[in-house]
């Protein structure tokens, strides 16, 4: 999207030069890496990028509004919910599709939003693995407020660590070492120190929790908690000693229940040019008229799942549960990024940090996904090249 960055990257590819940078990332992390990295970065203009910065906050503006728990209240299970929520989200991630707008400029519109945090860790990792292996640009840089790759880690480290010793901080996943975005908890441990722990190692007397390292048990006093309760669900007969429900003495760093409440369920309050109107279901007196031009998605399941992009009067008559759906008016994607057979669609994803201490987040970097299918996710990418997860790289 960048003309000069792109042509230069462009004439340095070679797909034996992408191979070679997944075998030095491979090298660097062994076995970790468990998702497709698209062949390039993208190179996102500064038009485009100071869009991206205000659409994210017409978002945010919701998000501090004083009513906005008491609007978010029915996103969270009573099953789930998590005692001790705090004040607000520590982690932001707003998803953006790159359009074109009516006047023939580039724009994001929101996709999708989550309270729960995103590959933090990797995304600080991955635009150093482009830059070893590629010419890039100084023009550009992934990072917005913050200064450089190490002012990000330290920024972090705040968040994560507060003034604990990074032993008594865990990241907490359900089986770790199965999961697709392994590589960021490995990635966490090597910046930050802190252990990757599996729920069913934790062990709990009274209020306190703990792991074991070396043979000795560790108190956890923060939990970087990178677990959903979609998964748990998936495994019924797993009867951990702690329940993440348990009100137990422990920091949340990234609280349960924002995972819910910032979410599909937020995006009917959104108002802003860069969201597409979007309509709780069982709230509608009438549908839409062009329904052709809506997409269907479940409020209570995450990562794509039972998304329809194609829907009737009658399929929605059809829905016993309407209170879980909601209508989201569809959006085109602009094939925006130039490879060497053709424009590739984009989405383009914002990270932000939010310690408790600070009046407003903080817009760190972005993540990137690179699509030739009718949606981003993998099952419409299968066996094509220049797709899958990337840095966005911002004109400076």
Request: with cysteine; aromatic share 12%.
């Amino acid at each position: 999207m960048i003309p000069a960055p792109r042509q230069l990257f462009n004439e340095a590819f070679t797909p034996e030069r992408y191979q070679g940078m997944l075998a030095d990332m491979d090298h660097q992390l062994p076995g970790q890496l468990d998702f497709r990295i698209a062949e390039t970065p993208v190179f996102v203009p500064a038009a485009l990028r100071d869009k991206l910065i205000r659409a994210g906050q017409d978002i945010i503006d919701v998000l501090q509004q004083p009513t906005f728990k008491e609007l978010t209240e029915g996103a969270i299970p009573p099953s789930q919910r998590v005692p001790n929520e705090d004040a607000h989200a520590e982690f932001l991630t707003f998803d953006f599709a790159v359009c074109r707008n009516s006047d023939g400029e580039l724009e994001p519109q929101l996709i999708e939003m989550q309270g729960f945090p995103s590959l933090y860790a990797f995304q600080a990792y991955l635009p150093g693995v482009f830059a070893a292996h590629y010419p890039i640009a100084e023009s550009v840089s992934p990072f917005i407020e913050v200064a450089d790759a190490a002012a990000y880690q330290a920024n972090f480290k705040r968040l994560l660590l507060a003034d604990e010793n990074p032993e008594n901080v865990i990241l907490l996943e359900l089986f770790p070492e199965r999961q697709k975005t392994r590589i960021d908890f490995a990635l966490s441990k090597k910046y930050w120190g802190i252990e990757v722990v599996s729920l069913p190692d934790i062990k709990k007397h009274g209020r306190q929790l703990f792991y074991e390292k070396d043979g000795q048990e560790i108190l956890i006093k923060r939990i970087y908690n990178r677990i959903i309760f979609d998964e748990l669900e998936r495994h019924p007969d797993l009867h951990p000693a702690f329940n993440l429900t348990d009100d137990v003495d422990v920091t949340w760093v990234g609280h349960p229940n924002w995972f819910f409440r910032i979410s599909k369920y937020t995006l009917p309050l959104i108002t802003s040019a860069f969201a597409p109107p979007s309509y709780y279901l069982n709230k509608l007196t009438a549908y839409p008229s062009d329904l052709e031009n809506y997409v269907l998605k479940p409020l209570f399941s995450f990562a794509g799942a039972g998304v329809r992009l194609h829907i009737t009067a009658a399929d929605l008559d059809a829905l016993p549960d309407k209170q879980n759906y909601l209508l989201q008016r569809k959006v085109t994607y602009e094939p925006v990024v130039q490879s060497p057979d053709g424009l590739v669609k984009c989405e383009i994803r914002l990270l932000y940090t939010w310690p408790h201490a600070d009046a407003q987040p903080k817009l760190v970097a972005g993540l990137a996904r690179l699509s030739r299918g009718e949606m981003i996710g993998v099952d419409f990418n299968k066996n094509k090249d220049w797709v899958g997860g990337t840095t966005p790289l911002f004109e400076r």
